[in-house]
């Protein structure tokens, strides 16, 4: 039905079912098989800054190769990366592995994902982050960097060039860490933690999280990005099986649960 609309039809399911990214998957290029999205930049910019959906943000959390950057998408990822290590960070306990940020930062957008019930490798993250270690370094160094500078993090030197963290688990702490959140997050959570307003020195008025204590703060945040995964999962399984067709979708959950069964 929806080949019979052509792209436009495509577009329409993607953006009002969907996240407003369509996957062509099983695309043979050179014996060798692929799949692509197409989005539009306003919708993926969008989703970067403020996790309004939470899908491609989560995709370009984890390594990626940037063939072609004309809108500086790789610049404007740097938010993305930065509000990543924040919700990492309000996950962990006091003391961690570098390998154990990594592991909690590629989780941030499999949790509350449907797939990941029946359709995912239960081991996915830690493969990885293990088969893309040195990548995770160099991608996540200057927003480490910038949190060490805020003497929010300290760092201590492990084996083989894997360093032991050391966090600020203070109130003070958390609560710089929850403004460092996307403008949705923080929306949803001051909704149930309350707000309290700030008035800046230019006159205008900054909306605040009631941050009660960590704990609390951490597992609020922990509800919201469950619940968006959530709904974005649903959401891109409908609007995949619309557009890609039966057989098609069939076949790609076919491959994604031996995969899962495997693990």
């Known amino acids: 039905m929806v080949h019979l609309g ?7 399911v993607a953006e009002k079912i969907g996240v407003g990214v369509h996957f062509n998957p099983f695309v043979t290029f050179n014996d060798q098989l692929y799949k692509y999205g197409v989005v539009r930049m306003h919708d993926l910019i969008d989703d970067i800054m403020n996790w309004e959906r939470f899908y491609l943000s989560g995709r370009l959390q984890k390594p ?42 590629c989780s941030l957008s499999y949790m509350g994902d449907l797939r990941m019930l029946f359709a995912e490798d239960k081991n996915k993250v830690m493969k990885i982050v293990q088969g893309q270690f040195d990548l995770f370094q160099r991608m996540y160094k200057p927003v480490l960097e910038g949190y060490a500078a805020k003497e929010l993090l300290r760092f201590s030197a492990s ?18 860490l929850v403004s460092s959140l996307p403008s949705t997050v923080r929306s949803r959570m001051r909704m149930k933690l309350g707000e ?7 006159g205008g008025v900054v909306h605040e999280v009631v941050v009660g204590s960590r704990a609390e703060a951490a597992e609020c945040m922990r509800k919201v990005l469950r619940r ?29 649960m031996r995969k899962a069964w495997n693990s």
């Open 6 to 12: 052509g792209s436009k039809l495509i577009t329409e």
């Open 64 to 105: 990626v190769n940037i063939l072609v950057d004309q809108m500086e998408v790789e610049k404007v990822n740097s938010v993305n990366l930065s509000s990543a290590i924040s919700a990492a960070l309000l996950l962990l306990p006091p003391k961690f592995s570098e390998e154990e940020l990594y592991a909690k930062l």
């Open 159 to 176: 084996s083989a060039h894997h360093a032991n963290i050391t966090q600020d688990c203070g109130l003070s702490a958390a609560r710089s």
């Open 196 to 202: 309290r307003k700030i008035l800046t020195e230019s």
């Open 228 to 256: 968006i995964v959530m709904v974005s999962s649903v959401r891109q399984a409908v609007s995949g099986l619309l557009t890609a067709g039966g057989a098609t979708a069939v076949r790609y959950v076919a491959k994604k």
